[in-house]
């Protein structure tokens, strides 16, 4: 298959833009475009037309992925998988940048993607399923990899205001030749009552040559300061516009900083290519708990580094062999505290006021991995890899180890856990417009520090264990009619084992499992010179397989239950005409399927369908005005529902709006 066509497919784009790309998405990715495997890639241009101020707006538009929006910037992310929360929903996505996780694997978040600067990346590339051998835990569902601007693609200014009260400036200055800055700024004035923000992002890149080093640096930090809505209650409570704005939880915030520095330096040794890339990342953060019924406030932070190392070198001209190794140290608090007296009932002492958590956890991660591209003949490649991984908590706390209510703090102790994810995949170019391919994966993860000692009251500590998913998936991809349709379909099946989650109580689960299987399909298709349709569909099908029984039994899983928020369908489609040189129109449809709210199978959110627009004129060579209308009918929808305590519970999405915004590129 021509590159031309490959990038095309990755970037959903026309070939001339994607291409431009596809090298640092080599370089910095976890795949290359023809290996097997399922990648979606979206370019530098495709991140400015979406103008995204949330980056579910930007990622929903890939096959596989339901990014729910929450309140402000926070969100949930599922990728091949149900829309995961807890541990469970920081643990499984790895979160890249540069190819660098943004933090060390036992400090997740599910709130990841408000750090990384996706708002000026050059390019922004998903994973779907297990990732390769180069990384390992928490790339179990997929990865997110957001790609820093490159030095040398020239300065630009970007402002923008929407009718929701929403000012977006993105600013970057690029030197031409050793470095460049890229600042954005957000205020929000919020739609719903009391949910103001402002976000802040930075980043610096520099490009230099030490010696016989080619050597890229970076510097990203990001700020956000938010007042946060809480669920709206009762069925079918966002159809209301006066309930849909308001905010039960006019007390709630989210208070978050983090910054991460960077380096890749490579040369050629021996015949092969030697890359290290030393890293360092700091966060913290503060939030009220709105999402609980007793409230509380939670803080904490991590601050970690490490070293990634790989070599690289063709054996010969069948033969490709990649080696690598890498150590990760880092150190992590949390404090929850419960500022005010709660009960469901009177007497009800399961939710004390006071400190419920305060504990550091100093970890140690270190990996070694492998990896084998062998052309059989001229037409058929095989990819084996393996990756051996191991990693050592030190846990401490400064509240009394024992029961306190519904909370359990664990006594000082030491955790290890060790993973092993063999990959194996195999493509076959049957044509040079079409080709096949077959891919075996297991992703593994260990625990999250809050999945280990932020325990309950009916929970051991040393019961949760490495969870483990293994993944087959086969898949054709290529084009036809004289390259006017790139097309990428694939299906997949996958088992999951001591699947770790916390049900519509709020009590952990520790062992659970699940299967998943689905279709994706991912196409453009030029109409026309002027007119093409592009878009991603995707069904799956995924369910507990395992039994459970709690209580009165309203939270009763049973084998071959479909898992909450899976939404058996979802598309995103787009209709775009280059009017004219200068002015280029877009209609673009948003569809999210129904999906059970709770693991019981008893309550279901009937999905929604959303429309939006978008138009643009370049008046100068360096110049254009753009106008994005998102919810363009007004319907009335949830971005998140789900069935918590009992209750009818939804975050509402946007109601009709517009942003109105320039470029200028200097």
Do not use: C
């Not at 600067?117 to 779907?128: K, L, M, Q, T």
């Not at 519904?406 to 063999?422: C, G, H, K, Q, S």
């Amino acid at each position: 298959m021509g590159v031309g066509a490959v990038a095309a497919l990755l970037g959903m784009a026309l070939p001339a833009v994607a291409q431009e790309r596809l090298d640092s998405v080599q370089v910095w990715g976890d795949r290359q475009s023809d290996d097997p495997g399922s990648v979606a890639t979206l370019d530098a241009e495709a991140v400015f037309e979406v103008h995204a101020d949330h980056p579910a707006e930007i990622l929903n538009r890939l096959p596989g992925v339901n990014v729910q929006m929450n309140s402000g910037q926070e969100h949930l992310i599922a990728i091949r998988s149900p829309v995961l929360t807890g541990g469970a929903g920081q643990g499984s996505f790895l979160i890249l940048e540069n190819g660098v996780p943004t933090r060390s694997p036992a400090f997740g978040n599910v709130n990841s993607l408000l750090e990384p600067h996706h708002e000026v990346a050059s390019a922004i590339e998903v994973v779907r399923g297990p990732g390769s051998a180069k990384y390992g835990s928490n790339a179990v569902h997929g990865l997110i990899n957001v790609i820093l601007p490159e030095v040398g693609q020239g300065s630009e200014a970007v402002a923008s205001y929407g009718t929701l009260g929403r000012w977006r400036g993105d600013v970057t200055l690029d030197e031409g030749e050793h470095w460049l800055a890229a600042l954005s700024l957000q205020k929000d004035l919020g739609w719903r009552d009391d949910t103001g923000l402002d976000q802040q992002k930075l980043t610096l890149m520099s490009d230099w040559t030490l010696g016989t080093w080619d050597t890229t640096a970076w510097l990203t930090a990001s700020n956000l300061n938010q007042e946060t809505a809480g669920f709206i209650q009762g069925k079918d409570a966002y159809k209301d516009e006066d309930i849909a704005k308001s905010n039960p939880n006019p007390e709630a915030y989210r208070d978050a900083w983090s910054a991460r520095a960077g380096a890749r330096l490579s040369r050629e040794l021996a015949g092969g290519e030697l890359a290290l890339t030393p890293y360092a990342h700091i966060q913290a953060m503060t939030f009220a708990q709105h999402f609980l019924p007793n409230g509380g406030v939670e803080k904490n932070g991590s601050a970690g580094g490490g070293l990634m190392a790989r070599y690289e070198r063709a054996a010969s001209d069948a033969l490709t062999w990649r080696i690598g190794a890498d150590v990760d140290v880092a150190s992590g608090w949390l404090k929850e505290i419960q500022p005010e007296p709660f009960g469901f009932f009177p007497g009800d002492t399961r939710f004390p006021q006071g400190k419920h958590y305060d504990y550091t956890v100093d970890t140690l991660m270190g990996a070694l991995w492998g990896e084998l591209d062998y052309a059989l003949t001229e037409d058929v490649r095989v990819v084996a890899g393996l990756r051996a991984e191991a990693h050592e908590y030190d846990y401490s706390t400064d509240v009394a180890p024992g029961i306190n209510g519904r909370f359990n703090v664990p006594a000082d102790r030491t955790d290890n856990f060790e993973l092993l994810t063999p990959k194996l995949g195999v493509i076959w170019s049957v044509t040079d417009a079409v080709d096949l391919y077959a891919n075996y994966a297991r992703g593994q993860r260990a625990p999250q520090a809050s999945d280990l000692y932020r325990l309950q009251s009916r929970q051991v500590a040393g019961q949760v264990k490495e969870e483990t998913l293994d993944s087959v998936e086969i898949g054709a991809r290529g084009s036809a009619l004289a390259d006017r349709l790139i097309y990428d379909v694939s299906a997949y099946w996958m088992d999951k084992e001591n699947f770790f989650f916390r049900d519509s109580d709020g009590l952990n689960v520790t062992d659970g499992s699940t299967a998943h299987k689905g279709v994706e399909v991912t196409a453009a298709f030029e109409l026309t010179p002027v007119l093409s349709l592009s878009g991603a569909a995707s069904w799956s099908d995924q369910t507990y397989t395992f039994d459970r029984i709690v209580g009165s039994g309203t939270e009763t899983i049973r084998d071959g239950n479909k898992i909450d928020t899976a939404p058996e369908w979802l598309a995103n489609v787009s209709l775009d005409w280059q009017a004219t040189e200068a002015v280029k129109l877009s209609l673009n449809v948003d569809h999210v399927g129904e999906y059970y709210v709770d693991p019981a199978n008893t309550t279901i959110y009937s999905g929604h369908t959303v429309l939006g627009a978008r138009g643009s004129w370049a008046f100068s060579d360096t110049a254009e005005v753009f106008l994005i209308v998102r919810n363009l009918t007004d319907e009335r929808y949830a971005d998140r529902a789900d069935l918590a305590f009992g209750n009818d519970r939804y975050f509402p999405g946007e109601p009709l709006n517009a942003t109105l915004g320039m470029r200028k590129r200097f």
